[in-house]
């Protein structure tokens, strides 16, 4: 009887024992479920790693001929701005501002297409304040195209994603009695059939006076240059290094592209502010676009 008693007290010692680890197991399993799903969670929204501060945004939306424009501190507010929005917006799943742009009437002056695009405002508010190549910058983006539509060819329309554009002083426009402070833009890099191309201003006349070089027809393209690899609708990494007389574009940390000529040294007369988003070069109908910015930085 005794023994018997005995083996009974074993078994449920043990029983209880193995009762407990396997609770102890659950609660372990379930504890980890809920962190993985935490974590997972927290994977879903993303923001995008972008300081808006030193940008002003144009779009497509506005009045007549005149386009919407937002800049700091109200652009700050993007992501809750009811105006702003279908235009640009956080894609909250992949952590970008995507930035969407079709023809519109509101264009900007000396263009006839339409842009969700930020311009670089180096003093917020003020558009007066801007470098020239003697100062030097860098722009740097990781982005990708998201959308966009085909012309009847079954073409992919053209993308301008990132610019460096010139500016005139108020001291220049007064010379050559021009209206506005504009000037050529020396760098456009666009997004074309799924590659990366560039274009930039050469001077037509190298004996061109300080004053000629100024006016925006002594400036023309050059034939422009296409990086080899094929990004298509994937991230890809962009960088503008500008110093004095020199220009180099990077594409993903493998393929540079470098200007450093007369026309580089040339162009120094001129101030200059960086442009970055989506420039849509097309006037078809129900034609797009949308660019994904997960990254953008400027440094001087």
């Known amino acids: 009887m005794k023994l018997r008693t005995l083996f009974i007290l074993f078994f449920a010692f043990h029983l209880s024992i193995g009762f407990a680890q396997s609770h102890e197991t659950t609660k372990a399993e379930v504890k980890k479920e809920k962190k993985r799903k935490r974590k997972k969670r927290k994977k879903k929204y993303k923001l995008p790693k972008i300081d808006l501060s030193h940008w002003k945004v144009t779009t497509p939306a506005g009045n007549g001929k ?3 424009e937002v800049s700091p501190p109200e652009i700050l507010e993007y992501a809750t701005n009811e105006d702003l929005k279908p235009y640009m917006y956080n894609d909250s799943v992949r952590g970008a501002i ?21 311009r670089e405002q180096m003093e917020p508010g003020n558009n007066s304040v801007n470098w020239t190549f003697k100062q030097g910058g860098i722009m740097k983006g990781k982005l990708a195209m998201d959308e966009v539509s085909r012309d009847k060819n079954g073409k992919y329309h053209k993308v301008i994603i990132m610019q460096i554009h010139g500016r005139l002083t108020n001291e220049q426009r007064d010379l050559i009695g021009q209206k506005d402070n504009n000037a050529p833009p020396m760098l456009k890099i666009y997004w074309q059939d799924g590659k990366i191309r560039v274009k930039t201003k050469v001077l037509k006349n190298l004996n061109a ?4 070089m100024l006016h925006e027809d002594a400036w023309g393209n050059d034939k422009g240059f296409t990086f080899k690899e094929k990004v298509g609708f994937k991230k890809f990494r962009l960088e ?3 110093s004095e007389g020199k220009m180099t574009i990077v594409l993903n940390n493998n393929e540079f592209k470098t200007y450093e000529n007369v026309h580089m040294r040339k162009w120094g007369i001129f101030e200059n502010y960086f442009k970055a988003g989506n420039y849509f070069q097309s006037r078809d109908e129900g034609s797009y676009a949308k660019v994904r910015y997960y990254t953008l930085e400027v440094t001087h």
């Open 66 to 68: 005149k386009p919407q």
């Open 98 to 118: 995507v930035f969407y742009a079709y023809p519109s009437k509101a264009t900007t002056a000396n263009t006839k297409y339409s842009r969700s695009e930020l």
């Open 240 to 242: 503008v290094r500008v």
């Open 209 to 212: 006076t300080d004053e000629e």
